[in-house]
Structure formats: structure tokens, C-alpha cells
């Protein structure tokens, strides 16, 4: 993927992966343009104010981006939360319905909003961001697992619709990376530069991957291919242990 003089729109860009993803493009010579609900500490960077959950905040958001930037050729979206659920709960479900909400639906009403562009113009692309727990469950966290497992399958999907009409369509798989804290509490999370350097070299290799998937990811992304499943999902497990209090 061309990542030079493009123009850029991140939903979901105001921290962590997503900023850092932003400021790589705008390095590299792109426009940039960074939606979220929190945009005020963002200076380096234009922004737009976005809430995935909310159809009316979306199609406001689109419409003053492609009235400023009507050759935007680039839509990246990854908004998402993390929300640990306690399954023999049934109060669980509001945790369940947001992160639904937010991981699943609301990239597919940024997707819905912005395809239609990406068609006319015929030479763009669609970035969608899923997580190595799409494919390897983390036990504490159910619903983000089948969010983002959700978000794996639209992607394939919407690849194969998109075909033939000049919208190219990747994925990101991040595993664990340091930011918003995880650094505090998973050792092996991964550096955010080293991170984007890999993701950067991935997404610019010719022709770019469907899924850019770093090495720390592979040994999720392919657990059942490699046979490795069940002993990656026991030891993932353990964290049960802190969810139920023992």
C-alpha cells in the first residue's frame, strides 16, 4: 500500500495504535484526519469528532470530511473497548451490548458511511483493525474476542464484495502492544514503535498482505493451524483466576 500523499481518515485514532498509525502517515506525507469522541489533546493533527455508536454523529462526521477532503482515499477504522465480563453473571450483558456496539457495529456504520466515496472515486482503501484475540480468546474478555472475530469475518467479506471495484480492503491483527497501560499489566506487550515499524514495513511490501499480522501475532493468528490451541487457551485461562476474585 501507497501510504505517501494520501489523505487519511483514522476513526478511533485518539490514543494508542491508532495515533501513533496517524502520526506514521502524516510522516510519510499524507493528510491526515483523526475522528474519536476525545479529540481535544490531539494539536499535531486535524481532527473530527465521532461517535461510532451513534448513526447521526457518523453521517455528521463523513459529511464534513468529504466537504473538506473530497479525495480522501484512505479509511482506517478501530474503535474499540475492552471490558472484562464475568459470565455467571447474567449482568454481564451491558458489557456485552457496548463492546457489540462499539467493536462490531460501529466499524460497520464507519464502513457503510465511507463506502460509497471509496467506490466512486475507485482507487482507495479500508483498513480494519481486529486484535490476535479474535483468533485466541482471552477467557476474561469474551465479548471483545467475538467482536473482533466478528469484525475478522466482515473483513473477508467485505473484501470479496469490494473486488473489481478499485477499494482495496486490509486488516490489522495487533497482539498486545503498550499502550493505555498494558504495559503494566502484560509483560509481553509489545513496544508501540516497534510495533508500527513492523506494521509500516508489512503494509508497504508489494503486494500488501489481506492481514498484517507482526510476528509477536502469528503464534495467535495460527494457534490452530499449529496445533496449539488448546494449550494457548488453558494458560490464557489462568487469568480467570484475578475476574473471579481467587
Do not use: C
Not at 182 to 192: W, Y
Not at 217 to 235: M, S
Amino acid at each position: 500500500m501507497n501510504i505517501r500523499n494520501r489523505t487519511v481518515l483514522i476513526v478511533g485514532g485518539t490514543s494508542g495504535i491508532g495515533l501513533g498509525l496517524a502520526r506514521r502517515f502524516a510522516a510519510a506525507g499524507s493528510t491526515v484526519i483523526v475522528g474519536g469522541r476525545n479529540t481535544g489533546k490531539i494539536d499535531d493533527l486535524e481532527t473530527v469528532e465521532i461517535d461510532v455508536t451513534d448513526a447521526d454523529s457518523v453521517a455528521r462526521a463523513r459529511d464534513h470530511v468529504l466537504a473538506t477532503h473530497p479525495e480522501l482515499d484512505v479509511v482506517v477504522t478501530m474503535s474499540g473497548i475492552m471490558l472484562m465480563e464475568d459470565l455467571r453473571d447474567p449482568a454481564h450483558f451491558a458489557e456485552a451490548e457496548t463492546t457489540i456496539t462499539v467493536n462490531l457495529l460501529g466499524t460497520i456504520r464507519v464502513i457503510d458511511a465511507f463506502t460509497p466515496h471509496l467506490i466512486r472515486l475507485g482507487d482507495a482503501d479500508i483498513i480494519t483493525v481486529t486484535s490476535g484475540i479474535a483468533f485466541m480468546p482471552f477467557p476474561p474478555m469474551p465479548s471483545y474476542g467475538a467482536s473482533k472475530a466478528g469484525v475478522h469475518a466482515y473483513t473477508e467479506s467485505l473484501r470479496a464484495q469490494l473486488a473489481g471495484a478499485g477499494v482495496r480492503v486490509t486488516e490489522l491483527v495487533p497482539p498486545a502492544v503498550a499502550t493505555a497501560g498494558q504495559e503494566k499489566v502484560n509483560p509481553a506487550a509489545l513496544p508501540l514503535e516497534g510495533f508500527l515499524d513492523e506494521v509500516i514495513d508489512l503494509l508497504t511490501a508489494t503486494p500488501t498482505p489481506n492481514e498484517i499480522v507482526v510476528s509477536a501475532a502469528n503464534r495467535l493468528r495460527w494457534a490452530e493451524r499449529d496445533g496449539t490451541f488448546a494449550e494457548l487457551l488453558e494458560a490464557r485461562s489462568q487469568s480467570l483466576a484475578s475476574l473471579f476474585g481467587q
